[in-house]
Protein backbone atom coordinates (compact mmCIF):
# COMPACT_ATOMS: atom_id res chain seq x y z
CA UNK A 1 0.00 0.00 0.00
CA UNK A 2 0.88 3.55 -0.45
CA UNK A 3 3.17 4.85 2.64
CA UNK A 4 3.54 8.33 4.00
CA UNK A 5 4.00 11.31 0.71
CA UNK A 6 5.15 14.93 1.43
CA UNK A 7 5.44 17.60 -1.28
CA UNK A 8 7.47 19.43 -2.69
CA UNK A 9 10.14 17.50 -2.38
CA UNK A 10 12.42 20.16 -2.52
CA UNK A 11 11.38 23.43 -1.74
CA UNK A 12 13.90 26.70 -2.81
CA UNK A 13 12.49 30.13 -1.04
CA UNK A 14 13.63 33.97 -0.41
CA UNK A 15 14.08 35.11 3.41
CA UNK A 16 11.27 36.21 4.53
CA UNK A 17 8.75 34.50 2.34
CA UNK A 18 5.90 32.13 3.48
CA UNK A 19 5.68 28.41 2.31
CA UNK A 20 3.67 25.50 3.08
CA UNK A 21 4.62 21.92 3.32
CA UNK A 22 2.40 18.83 2.65
CA UNK A 23 1.92 15.56 4.22
CA UNK A 24 -0.25 12.61 3.02
CA UNK A 25 -0.20 9.75 6.07
CA UNK A 26 -0.96 6.63 5.48
CA UNK A 27 -5.16 6.00 5.30
CA UNK A 28 -6.15 5.34 8.97
CA UNK A 29 -2.92 6.18 10.83
CA UNK A 30 -4.93 8.76 13.38
CA UNK A 31 -1.31 10.09 14.82
CA UNK A 32 0.98 12.65 12.67
CA UNK A 33 4.24 14.05 13.40
CA UNK A 34 6.56 16.54 12.12
CA UNK A 35 10.13 16.59 12.63
CA UNK A 36 12.96 18.97 10.89
CA UNK A 37 16.60 17.63 10.61
CA UNK A 38 19.46 19.56 9.78
CA UNK A 39 22.53 17.50 8.40
CA UNK A 40 24.43 15.17 10.50
CA UNK A 41 21.64 15.42 13.47
CA UNK A 42 18.60 13.08 14.20
CA UNK A 43 15.24 14.54 13.20
CA UNK A 44 14.11 17.32 15.89
CA UNK A 45 9.90 17.05 17.21
CA UNK A 46 7.79 19.65 16.08
CA UNK A 47 4.28 18.72 16.67
CA UNK A 48 1.93 15.67 16.54
CA UNK A 49 -1.92 15.71 15.94
CA UNK A 50 -3.81 12.75 17.35
CA UNK A 51 -7.34 13.14 14.92
CA UNK A 52 -7.47 16.60 13.55
CA UNK A 53 -5.99 18.22 16.98
CA UNK A 54 -2.02 19.19 17.98
CA UNK A 55 -1.73 17.24 20.72
CA UNK A 56 1.52 18.76 21.70
CA UNK A 57 3.30 21.78 19.81
CA UNK A 58 5.65 21.79 22.35
CA UNK A 59 8.49 21.16 19.55
CA UNK A 60 7.20 24.22 17.38
CA UNK A 61 10.78 26.68 17.33
CA UNK A 62 8.53 29.85 17.64
CA UNK A 63 5.47 31.55 16.38
CA UNK A 64 6.08 31.73 12.75
CA UNK A 65 5.46 27.89 12.78
CA UNK A 66 2.02 26.53 12.39
CA UNK A 67 0.65 23.48 11.29
CA UNK A 68 -2.76 22.01 10.50
CA UNK A 69 -4.77 19.12 10.27
CA UNK A 70 -8.46 20.28 9.62
CA UNK A 71 -10.36 16.49 8.42
CA UNK A 72 -7.74 14.65 10.79
CA UNK A 73 -5.46 13.40 7.42
CA UNK A 74 -3.80 15.37 5.40
CA UNK A 75 -1.20 18.31 7.31
CA UNK A 76 0.09 21.04 6.24
CA UNK A 77 3.23 23.18 7.76
CA UNK A 78 3.07 26.38 7.72
CA UNK A 79 6.03 28.63 8.33
CA UNK A 80 5.89 32.42 7.52
CA UNK A 81 8.68 35.12 7.50
CA UNK A 82 11.31 32.31 6.33
CA UNK A 83 14.57 32.59 7.64
CA UNK A 84 17.94 30.77 6.42
CA UNK A 85 18.22 29.08 9.65
CA UNK A 86 14.41 27.46 8.81
CA UNK A 87 16.47 25.54 6.08
CA UNK A 88 16.51 21.87 6.97
CA UNK A 89 14.56 18.72 5.70
CA UNK A 90 10.90 18.12 7.11
CA UNK A 91 9.60 15.30 8.13
CA UNK A 92 6.11 14.13 8.43
CA UNK A 93 5.51 10.18 10.38
CA UNK A 94 2.16 8.73 10.87
CA UNK A 95 1.41 5.71 13.00
CA UNK A 96 -2.19 4.14 14.80
CA UNK A 97 -2.16 5.72 17.66
CA UNK A 98 0.54 4.97 19.73
CA UNK A 99 2.21 3.13 17.42
CA UNK A 100 5.56 2.47 15.06
CA UNK A 101 5.80 5.33 13.31
CA UNK A 102 6.18 5.40 9.32
CA UNK A 103 8.02 8.56 7.83
CA UNK A 104 8.17 9.95 4.70
CA UNK A 105 10.72 11.01 2.65
CA UNK A 106 10.72 14.32 3.80
CA UNK A 107 11.10 18.25 2.18
CA UNK A 108 14.20 19.69 1.86
CA UNK A 109 13.70 23.57 2.30
CA UNK A 110 16.46 25.78 1.21
CA UNK A 111 15.98 29.35 2.45
CA UNK A 112 17.85 31.82 0.13
CA UNK B 1 17.32 18.11 30.26
CA UNK B 2 17.03 14.67 28.28
CA UNK B 3 20.08 13.65 26.12
CA UNK B 4 21.05 11.03 23.80
CA UNK B 5 24.62 10.16 22.70
CA UNK B 6 25.09 7.95 20.28
CA UNK B 7 28.73 7.23 18.42
CA UNK B 8 29.66 10.45 16.91
CA UNK B 9 32.11 9.13 14.15
CA UNK B 10 31.17 6.69 11.56
CA UNK B 11 31.49 3.09 11.96
CA UNK B 12 33.63 1.32 9.18
CA UNK B 13 33.24 -2.59 9.57
CA UNK B 14 34.56 -5.29 6.93
CA UNK B 15 31.86 -7.67 5.37
CA UNK B 16 30.84 -10.10 7.60
CA UNK B 17 31.63 -9.13 10.99
CA UNK B 18 29.12 -8.13 13.61
CA UNK B 19 28.78 -4.21 13.78
CA UNK B 20 27.92 -2.51 17.42
CA UNK B 21 26.48 0.41 17.58
CA UNK B 22 26.05 1.91 21.18
CA UNK B 23 23.23 4.79 22.42
CA UNK B 24 23.56 6.32 26.06
CA UNK B 25 21.04 8.56 27.81
CA UNK B 26 20.56 10.43 30.77
CA UNK B 27 18.34 12.40 32.91
CA UNK B 28 16.01 9.42 31.84
CA UNK B 29 14.17 6.76 32.41
CA UNK B 30 12.52 5.82 29.12
CA UNK B 31 9.66 2.93 28.86
CA UNK B 32 11.21 1.61 25.78
CA UNK B 33 13.98 2.79 23.39
CA UNK B 34 13.62 2.24 19.39
CA UNK B 35 15.92 1.93 16.66
CA UNK B 36 15.65 3.49 13.04
CA UNK B 37 17.26 2.93 10.38
CA UNK B 38 17.73 6.03 7.65
CA UNK B 39 19.32 6.00 4.25
CA UNK B 40 20.65 9.44 2.30
CA UNK B 41 17.53 11.01 0.85
CA UNK B 42 14.67 8.90 3.27
CA UNK B 43 12.88 9.34 5.78
CA UNK B 44 13.82 6.85 9.08
CA UNK B 45 12.42 3.09 9.06
CA UNK B 46 11.57 1.60 12.36
CA UNK B 47 13.36 -1.46 13.02
CA UNK B 48 13.18 -2.59 16.73
CA UNK B 49 11.66 -1.39 19.90
CA UNK B 50 12.82 -2.90 23.06
CA UNK B 51 10.59 -2.76 26.61
CA UNK B 52 12.39 -0.73 29.92
CA UNK B 53 11.87 -4.97 31.07
CA UNK B 54 13.29 -6.62 28.13
CA UNK B 55 16.94 -7.62 28.66
CA UNK B 56 17.31 -8.14 24.58
CA UNK B 57 15.45 -8.83 21.22
CA UNK B 58 16.20 -9.86 18.21
CA UNK B 59 15.01 -9.64 14.56
CA UNK B 60 16.81 -11.73 12.12
CA UNK B 61 20.24 -10.84 12.21
CA UNK B 62 19.48 -7.42 14.55
CA UNK B 63 20.12 -7.86 18.10
CA UNK B 64 19.54 -5.22 20.92
CA UNK B 65 20.29 -4.93 24.23
CA UNK B 66 18.47 -2.62 26.81
CA UNK B 67 20.30 -1.40 30.46
CA UNK B 68 18.46 0.78 32.54
CA UNK B 69 21.34 0.53 35.29
CA UNK B 70 23.98 1.89 32.31
CA UNK B 71 21.19 3.59 30.64
CA UNK B 72 22.55 1.91 27.36
CA UNK B 73 21.39 0.07 24.39
CA UNK B 74 23.46 -1.45 22.35
CA UNK B 75 22.14 -2.16 18.52
CA UNK B 76 24.58 -5.02 16.91
CA UNK B 77 24.27 -6.55 13.48
CA UNK B 78 25.62 -9.93 12.93
CA UNK B 79 27.27 -11.21 9.78
CA UNK B 80 27.28 -7.73 8.39
CA UNK B 81 27.04 -6.68 4.52
CA UNK B 82 27.05 -3.66 2.53
CA UNK B 83 23.52 -3.60 1.94
CA UNK B 84 23.41 -2.52 5.79
CA UNK B 85 25.42 0.43 5.32
CA UNK B 86 23.47 3.62 6.63
CA UNK B 87 22.66 6.00 9.25
CA UNK B 88 21.02 4.61 12.83
CA UNK B 89 19.34 6.10 14.87
CA UNK B 90 18.09 5.49 18.46
CA UNK B 91 14.80 7.07 19.91
CA UNK B 92 13.24 7.39 23.31
CA UNK B 93 9.68 8.51 24.27
CA UNK B 94 9.65 11.82 26.14
CA UNK B 95 7.16 13.24 28.13
CA UNK B 96 4.79 11.33 26.52
CA UNK B 97 3.86 7.54 24.74
CA UNK B 98 3.63 9.55 21.58
CA UNK B 99 6.38 11.97 21.32
CA UNK B 100 10.26 10.91 20.81
CA UNK B 101 13.50 12.41 20.46
CA UNK B 102 16.05 11.05 18.25
CA UNK B 103 20.09 10.87 19.08
CA UNK B 104 22.18 12.50 16.00
CA UNK B 105 22.54 9.02 14.40
CA UNK B 106 25.88 6.66 13.85
CA UNK B 107 26.53 6.40 10.16
CA UNK B 108 27.90 2.49 9.23
CA UNK B 109 29.58 1.52 6.33
CA UNK B 110 29.96 -2.32 5.29
CA UNK B 111 32.97 -2.43 3.17
CA UNK B 112 33.13 -5.82 1.01
Known amino acids: GAGVSQTPSNKVTEKGKYVELRCDPI?????LYWYRQSLGQGPEFLIY????????DSGLPNDRFFAVRPEGSVSTLKIQRTERGDSAVYLC??????????FGPGTRLTVL | SQKIEQNSEALNIQEGKTATLTCNYT??????LQWYRQDPGRGPVFLLL?????KEKRKERLKVTFDTTLKQSLFHITASQPADSATYLCALPYSSASKIIFGSGTRLSIRP
Open chain 1, 93 to 102: ASSLKGGEQF
Open chain 1, 27 to 31: SGHTA
Open chain 2, 27 to 32: NYSPAY
Open chain 1, 49 to 56: FQGTGAAD
Open chain 2, 50 to 54: IRENE
